[in-house]
């Protein structure tokens, strides 16, 4: 259903070309899509589950349009029958996920650029009043800097939450993902702010020892121990405050470390493209398909507004050169 509707000769909505799958979750897959309105490429992802919980969380995920360079925001949204899509940047770098299976423990420089910056979103969605809930290396992408210094941008809002939301969740069940998930938030505990902060935490420590969770004993003797340990408290009582706390508490920590605080070696891990050229898949100056197999209702609004802006753009033409 989703490769048919998604078909050259029949974007979704009339505008979004599902080209190829590049990832995939709980609640829907993520896909490579070329947008024919703005003839540029994005990523969409696609709803795959039909309940009214699902929906409700699509929706509210395209509603937190969280603007930072650490952050992967949506940036819209459309609907095509049952299928419903919101689209967001294309980040081609892979996720620190992939890095750390790829290269096992990450240096501690590099390891503390990418939890600094994971410190920098985290506050930039708390003072949104959002909790993200769901911090693990598989939802920090990465953007394509070779050996350079890193980029990290956090994605994936799917099961956030504001303070003061409906709760989405039916209990029994937890949301995020069992060992990146704080121990109140596995309970069923409200959300809030610093569940990020333990599961950032648990990233951090992924990062330098190249451990999931569940095999991570003890924090490694490193000039971020305090940090690491503080983080990934029990008790929620005793870790930093806020993001931005922990993040002072970082560079302080990696400034006593070293002079040159976070600096990566050029010789780090490389965050290489990793999807590839994809085949432009409309004729060349194309902006809208030629022949869609069916409109949508919102497709036949939009292209009756069209209609309607034209005629008064001719009007106004006219009426120009009768006056000139």
Not at 88 to 101: E, H, K, S, Y
Not at 112 to 141: S, T, W, Y
Not at 184 to 207: C, S
Not at 244 to 249: F, I, L, M, P, T
Request: charged residues 20%.
């Amino acid at each position: 259903m989703i490769e048919s509707l998604g078909a050259a000769d029949h974007p979704v909505a009339g505008r979004y070309v599902l080209v190829d799958q590049i990832g995939a979750g709980g609640m829907g897959s993520v896909w490579r899509a070329y947008d024919v309105r703005t003839q540029s490429w994005v990523a969409a992802k696609v709803l795959t589950q039909r309940s009214s919980a699902m929906l409700l969380r699509f929706v509210r995920e395209q509603g937190l349009r969280i603007q930072h360079p650490h952050v992967v925001a949506p940036t819209g949204w459309a609907a095509d029958d049952d299928v419903v899509v919101f689209t967001m940047d294309l980040i081609r770098g892979g996720t620190v996920a992939d890095l750390v299976a790829e290269h096992g423990p990450l240096p501690l420089p590099y390891a503390g650029v990418l939890l600094d910056q994971l410190l920098q979103a985290l506050a930039a969605v708390h003072a949104a009043g959002v909790v993200h809930r769901d911090v693990k290396p598989a939802n920090l992408l990465l953007e394509v800097t070779g050996r350079a210094r890193p980029h990290l941008r956090l994605g994936d809002f799917g099961v956030a939450a504001t303070t003061d939301a409906v709760r989405l969740t039916q209990a029994p069940g937890m949301v995020g993902t069992e060992g990146y998930a704080a121990p109140e938030q596995a309970a069923g505990a409200p959300p809030d702010p610093r569940q990020d902060l333990y599961a950032a935490g648990r990233v951090g420590l992924q990062m330098l020892t190249g451990l999931g969770p569940h095999l991570q004993t003890e924090v490694p003797d490193c000039p971020l121990a305090p940090l690491l340990r503080a983080l990934t408290a029990p008790d929620p009582a005793d870790r930093p405050a806020t993001a931005a706390e922990a993040q002072r508490w970082l560079l302080r920590l990696a400034a006593e470390a070293s002079p040159g605080g976070l600096r990566p070696r050029p010789d780090g891990p490389e965050v290489r493209d990793r999807l590839g050229d994809a085949v432009m898949p409309l004729r060349r100056g194309l902006a809208l398909p030629a022949a869609a197999a069916r409109r949508t209702g919102s497709a036949r609004v939009v292209a009756a507004l069209g209609c309607f802006a034209g005629a008064i753009g001719l009007c106004a033409v006219a009426l120009t050169r009768v006056l000139g």
